[in-house]
């Protein structure tokens, strides 16, 4: 065993303090020291305060902010079509579904129950990235309270949240998200259905991805026409 380890060299106690740094006539009183802290403080009272007087004051989180996450209600329905990709995806098994089908609506399927176990959520997003429809997102509700464990698994109820409250998140999604992915591989728009789905409008599913790519710039273009006049 090397000889320093079985006895140290500088220890205060050992009799033979030789590394120890010498302290002067005013360190030894200790008190310049504690003004020193005292002052420190004093400074900091004054400068800009960073906290909250929560709950009375709440936190307006930015777009970015993963809170819980919601299903996104498009037109007085879920956008979500029950694929399961994010039950898949969910790294604590937070997500379970039922799907099922209603073949008068052209969406065709849908979920017959949604639920998110809260408890076990670890916000971490992943659900809404591999989200193919933009259904499910992260919104900015950040406080969460439970009274029992039955309370804390949130249904369809709980977690259908419109598009309107939920327009920053969708907006950030589709700037940032699009262009993060445009660092991977070639992006184009084109090819996000996302992008070109103009979702305020019935679906029409008999047009090609490729009609609904005119048919969205023809109406962009008609939108930009009617701000100009
Ligand atoms: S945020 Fe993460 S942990 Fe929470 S439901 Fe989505 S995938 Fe699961
Ligand atoms: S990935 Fe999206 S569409 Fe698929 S089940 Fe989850 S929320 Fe629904």
Redesign the pocket.
């Known amino acids: 065993m090397p000889e320093n380890l079985e006895k140290p060299i500088t220890n205060a106690l050992n009799g033979n303090p030789s590394g120890e740094r010498k302290l002067n006539f005013l360190e030894k009183l200790y008190l310049p020291e504690i003004f020193k802290g005292m002052w420190y403080t004093l400074k900091q009272m004054f400068q800009p305060k960073f906290t909250m007087q929560y709950p009375e004051e709440r936190f307006d989180p930015p777009a970015i902010f993963?809170g819980r996450?919601v299903l996104v209600e498009d037109n007085g329905q879920e956008r979500c079509v029950a694929c399961g990709l994010?039950a898949r995806?969910?790294?604590?098994?937070?997500?379970s579904m039922q799907a099922s089908e209603n073949s008068d609506d052209p969406k065709e399927r849908y979920p017959n129950f949604f639920e998110?176990n809260m408890l076990?959520?670890?916000?971490?997003?992943?659900?809404?990235e591999v989200c193919p429809e933009e259904a499910?997102v992260?919104s900015k509700d950040y406080d969460l309270v439970f009274a029992s464990r039955e309370e804390a698994v949130y249904d369809k109820s709980k977690l259908l949240v419109s598009k309107e409250e939920l327009k920053e998140r969708l907006d950030y999604l589709r700037e940032y998200k699009n262009r993060q992915f445009g660092q991977f591989w070639n992006f184009d728009e084109e090819n996000n259905i996302h992008s070109v789905r103009n979702r305020d409008k019935r679906w029409e599913t008999s047009l090609s991805l490729v009609e609904m790519i005119e048919e969205q710039r023809r109406e962009e273009g008609h939108q930009t026409e009617l701000k100009r006049n």
């Open positions: 993963r996450p994010c995806a969910c790294p604590p098994l937070a997500i998110i076990r959520c670890i916000y971490c997003g992943y659900c809404e499910i992260m």
